[in-house]
């Protein structure tokens, strides 16, 4: 997991990559996995993040904390499903050992890839995480993730980003999420996905840049993990403007968990 552990490595705090299981189905049946993003504090690393503000890192754990959440509600119901947590944790901090724009690291499938910004963690940790749940033969992944701040500038803090390739699975999957998000007052918006932004992800020394050219950043991240999901159905939730609030209100909200919790349900 080379992608991921090039995140961890400038912290002295070791990473942790965790795997939950919910076994309320029958043994044979597919389990759904739910993938989050754990970034316990993001400073940027070498590409620091300005300093206002930077106390709301904290909550970039937000997309493992929904997975927490998620697994919580569905041990106290007794679901009668399969499912599968896995929780990539670590910080991204500044060090001699960080990694350096310009690195190339190499992901547990053996994609490489350019880091042309540290800050761009959340997709460097989750790639490693999404080829690791090929492993449970899936019936479907959905990851969740505080990952871009444009999908803030997208959708505000009132909606959540939803990413899925364009095909019959994977239309079925994000109506799954969108109805669920409406049922339980948690919602989501699909956004498009596609090789013309994937084509924005080109470097000349890698397989990927962890970021893409200007435009469309939400997008571009989403294909960016699309790129390690091609075994199996996969959705992406962005968070980044609904996981937690701000100003004198600030903390966790929760979400989405509500979502989640109700997508799950609505498959038994």
Same mark, same amino acid.
């Given at each position: 997991?080379?992608?991921?552990?090039?995140?961890?490595?400038?912290?002295?705090?070791?990473?942790?990559?965790?795997?939950?299981?919910?076994?309320?189905?029958?043994?044979?049946?597919?389990?759904?996995?739910?993938?989050?993003?754990?970034?316990?504090?993001?400073?940027?690393?070498?590409?620091?993040?300005?300093?206002?503000?930077?106390?709301?890192?904290?909550?970039?754990?937000?997309?493992?904390?929904?997975?927490?959440?998620?697994?919580?509600?569905?041990?106290?119901?007794?679901?009668?499903?399969?499912?599968?947590?896995?929780?990539?944790?670590?910080?991204?901090?500044?060090?001699?050992?960080?990694?350096?724009?310009?690195?190339?690291?190499?992901?547990?499938?053996?994609?490489?890839?350019?880091?042309?910004?540290?800050?761009?963690?959340?997709?460097?940790?989750?790639?490693?995480?999404?080829?690791?749940?090929?492993?449970?033969?899936?019936?479907?992944?959905?990851?969740? #993730?505080?990952?871009? %701040? /444009?999908?803030?500038? @997208?959708? !505000?803090?009132?909606?959540?980003? +939803?990413? &899925?390739?364009?095909?019959?699975?994977?239309?079925?999957?994000?109506?799954?999420?969108?109805?669920?998000?409406?049922?339980?007052?948690?919602?989501?918006?699909?956004?498009?996905?596609?090789?013309?932004?994937?084509?924005?992800?080109?470097?000349?020394?890698?397989?990927?840049?962890?970021?893409?050219?200007?435009?469309?950043?939400?997008?571009?991240?989403?294909?960016?993990?699309?790129?390690?999901?091609?075994?199996?159905?996969?959705?992406?939730?962005?968070?980044?403007?609904? #996981?937690?609030?701000? %100003? /004198?209100?600030?903390? @966790?909200? !929760?979400?989405?968990?509500?979502? +989640?919790? &109700?997508?799950?349900?609505?498959?038994?």
């Amino acid at each position: 997991m080379g992608s991921f552990l090039s995140v961890a490595k400038g912290s002295d705090e070791a990473p942790k990559f965790i795997v939950l299981k919910h076994n309320g189905g029958k043994s044979k049946d597919a389990p759904v996995v739910l993938v989050g993003k754990g970034i316990t504090f993001d400073t940027g690393g070498i590409s620091l993040k300005p300093g206002p503000g930077m106390d709301e890192m904290k909550y970039d754990m937000c997309g493992a904390g929904s997975v927490l959440g998620t697994f919580r509600a569905i041990g106290e119901m007794g679901l009668k499903l399969n499912v599968v947590g896995i929780v990539a944790a670590c910080e991204n901090m500044p060090s001699g050992r960080a990694s350096k724009p310009g690195d190339i690291v190499t992901a547990m499938n053996g994609t490489t890839i350019e880091i042309l910004n540290t800050d761009a963690e959340g997709r460097l940790i989750l790639c490693d995480a999404l080829t690791y749940a090929e492993r449970f033969k899936p019936a479907a992944v959905v990851d969740i #993730a505080t990952l871009t %701040g /444009a999908c803030i500038v @997208a959708l !505000g803090h009132h909606t959540s980003g +939803l990413f &899925t390739r364009d095909d019959a699975a994977h239309d079925g999957l994000a109506n799954e999420l969108l109805d669920a998000g409406k049922q339980a007052g948690d919602v989501a918006w699909r956004f498009p996905l596609g090789e013309i932004y994937n084509d924005q992800l080109k470097s000349n020394f890698a397989d990927l840049a962890n970021i893409g050219t200007p435009g469309a950043a939400s997008i571009t991240a989403a294909c960016f993990l699309e790129n390690f999901t091609r075994k199996y159905t996969w959705a992406h939730l962005d968070i980044a403007g609904t #996981a937690w609030k701000s %100003g /004198a209100n600030k903390g @966790a909200t !929760g979400r989405p968990v509500p979502l +989640l919790t &109700t997508f799950l349900m609505n498959r038994v």
